[in-house]
Structure formats: C-alpha cells, structure tokens
C-alpha cells in the first residue's frame, strides 16, 4: 500500500529565502501531485509530475520528481508572504487512488 | 460548469444523528472520490467510486457509507454520527492525470 510522508511538518522562513519540502513514498507511483491549501479553503493543484526527472515550474515553486529514490520535492526561491499556506504532495496509487501526505504548513515572515 | 460542488458547507450535528453530504459533478467523470481532513492533518481517504454502481472502501471507511447510482452523484452517509467524524470532508473527481475537488463540507459533531 502506498504511504507517502513529507518533510517538515512546519516550515517557518524570511522572506527572500529559499527553502525544500521534501515527499517521499514507498512503493512504486505513476505521478506525483503538490497542491496547495489555504486557511478553510479547497486544494489548489500546483504540479502534476509525471516521469522520473520531471522538472516543472511556476513562478517561485519548482517541483521534481525521481522515482528511482521515490522522492519529489518542491523548492521555494525567494519566499514571499504570498506563499504562506500549507503544501500537499499525493502521490497515485496502482488502485485509482491518491494517497496525500500530511502536509507542510509555510509561514513566510516578512 | 459547476465542476464538484459539496452541500451544506456547514453543518452540526448531534451525536447519534445521521446525516447525507451530497457530492454532484458535471464533468461526466467516472472517478469519485471522499477525503476526510482533520485539523491540521492531510487527507484521508474514505470511499471512492471508480464508476457508477461501483464503490470501494478507502483508509478511514468506518462509520460512513456510500452510493453511486449514477455518474454525477456520489454521496456520502454518515450513521450515528461520533465527535470523531468532526472533519472537513472533500470531494473529489479525476480524470486522466488530474484531480478536481469540491469546495468542502465542514462538519461538527457534538
């Protein structure tokens, strides 16, 4: 059964910092999403990565995935206030089911 | 185009009392899915339905029940309702490599 685990929980940073919140999973996954939450709102798809060396970015996020070392991450460069929010990555597993890791909640300071 | 969307938004209820959160899509997805997100927590799966008349249990299925007679709908039964089940709930649908969720059921057992 896939588990997915992300690293850190918590994740306090200033602002223009440049930080990773890892995601690892443990067995084999087609793709692996991030998403982004606000305070009392729904998941905001951020990346799909699809293939092992995916690289895909948007604006100050940028996310890749090695399947190989069952690990994505999602690099933050020059943090801004803006980004403060908790991060889900979710991987697919082989029974049509995404398995979400337990987030990373982001507070950038200014 | 309506996408997911969740009723009520909010809602209490009393312990032992039961309740239906409804779940419609307009996308014509076969996919259907019900997350369960305690505070500060990720998302949990609960059932998930890869066509109508087929349903599946997911990682947290005890005390709920679900249905799928046809493709829009996908609601979600709660019996006797605990203070355990105090959650947002999400829907969701998939379709090829993307997820769509609803904007979240908010409910308070006490």
């Known amino acids: 059964e896939l588990k997915v685990e992300q690293n850190p929980l918590f994740l306090s940073m200033q602002e223009g910092k440049n930080y990773t919140i890892y995601c690892n999973y443990s067995?084999?996954?087609?793709?692996l999403y991030w998403y982004r939450q606000d305070p009392g709102k729904s998941l905001e798809s951020l990346f799909v990565l699809l293939s092992n060396g995916a690289v895909k970015q948007e604006g100050r996020l940028m996310a890749s995935l090695d399947t190989k070392a069952r690990l994505s991450t999602l690099h933050i460069t020059a943090a801004v206030h803006d980004l403060s929010a908790t991060y889900f990555c979710?991987?697919?597993?082989?029974?049509?089911?995404?398995?979400f890791g337990t987030g990373t909640r982001l507070k950038v300071l200014a | 185009n309506a996408g997911v969307t969740q009723t009520p938004k909010f809602r209490i209820l009393k312990i032992g009392q039961s309740m239906t959160l409804q779940c419609t899509q307009d996308m014509n997805h076969n996919y259907m899915y019900w997350y369960r997100q305690d505070p500060g927590m990720g998302l949990k799966l609960i059932y998930y339905s890869v066509g109508a008349g087929i349903t599946d249990k997911g990682e947290v299925p005890n005390g709920y029940n679900v249905s799928r007679s046809t493709t829009e709908d996908f609601p979600l039964r709660l019996e006797l309702a605990a203070p355990s089940q105090t959650s947002v709930y999400f829907c969701?649908?998939?379709?090829?490599?993307?997820?769509?969720f609803g904007q979240g059921t908010r409910l308070t057992v006490v």
């Open positions: 969701a649908t998939h379709l090829n490599t993307e997820a769509f």
């Open positions: 979710a991987g697919w597993s082989g029974t049509y089911k995404y398995i």
């Open positions: 067995t084999t996954s087609d793709r």
